[in-house]
T-cell receptor, first 112, second 112 residues
Framework: GESVGLHLPTLSVQEGDNSIINCAYSNSASDYFIWYKQESGKGPQFIID?????DKRQGQRVTVLLNKTVKHLSLQIAATQPGDSAVYFC???????????FGKGTHLIIQP | ETGVTQTPRHLVMGMTNKKSLKCEQHLGHNAMYWYKQSAKKPLELMFV???????ENNSVPSRFSPECPNSSHLFLHLHTLQPEDSALYLC???????????FGSGTRLTVV
């Protein structure tokens, strides 16, 4: 079965609020994690990544947190905008493997 | 455009047909991937090519046959598919030893 999963299939937030999307993984050998955003009719788009030797990384309006103790990954989006509406996936890369393993995704809905 | 181009964008085929999906990357990457995305399921890694050699095949049925003639092109040959094979097929590329993965927009396949 999958080792990367998300806690909520759908997350609804008010425009302007901060969003937090969570992901749990089970493979301790995973050394790299990525968050992707997928809009309707498009392929997954890279948002931010983090290596296992880090616990936090910031981008523009986004922050990824990694807690290796509990095998938890989160994506924080500041001041959520209508354009943030999409399905968000976390993915892990396991050691020497080349492919990524994805979770099921969280659909982020922005309410005006 | 992300630098990874997939054609066709949409494909409808009968169960006795033979068709091919094409992926082309313009990023200078040396690894390419096929993923299957079905509704309500995580992205599933199908095939991995690194330096034009297949390095991973995740128990994919033989009715799916990949081909990687060079580092810029990847094909997925389809024959005698089943209705449950209907899905979005995504191609991705990366540079071995580096961590960025770039996806195409996918081919929406419907098997009738």
């Amino acid at each position: 079965g999958e080792s990367v999963g998300l806690h909520l299939p759908t997350l609804s937030v008010q425009e302007g609020d901060n969003s937090i999307i969570n992901c749990a993984y089970s493979n301790s050998a995973s050394d790299y994690f990525i968050w992707y955003k997928q809009e309707s009719g498009k392929g997954p788009q890279f948002i931010i990544d983090i290596r296992s030797n880090m616990d936090k990384r910031q981008g523009q309006r986004v922050t990824v947190l990694l807690n290796k103790t509990v095998k938890h990954l989160s994506l924080q989006i500041a001041a959520t905008q209508p354009g943030d509406s999409a399905v968000y996936f976390c993915a892990e890369k396991r050691g020497g493997a080349d492919g990524l393993t994805f979770g099921k995704g969280t659909h982020l809905i922005i309410q005006p | 455009e992300t630098g990874v181009t997939q054609t066709p964008r949409h494909l409808v085929m009968g169960m006795t047909n033979k068709k091919s999906l094409k992926c082309e990357q313009h990023l200078g990457h040396n690894a390419m991937y096929w993923y299957k995305q079905s509704a309500k399921k995580p992205l599933e890694l199908m095939f991995v090519y690194s330096l034009e050699e297949r390095v991973e095949n995740n128990s994919v049925p033989s009715r799916f046959s990949p081909e990687c003639p060079n580092s810029s092109h990847l094909f997925l040959h389809l024959h005698t598919l089943q209705p449950e094979d209907s899905a979005l097929y995504l191609c991705a590329s990366s540079q071995t030893g580096r961590y960025g993965y770039t996806f195409g927009s996918g081919t929406r396949l419907t098997v009738v």
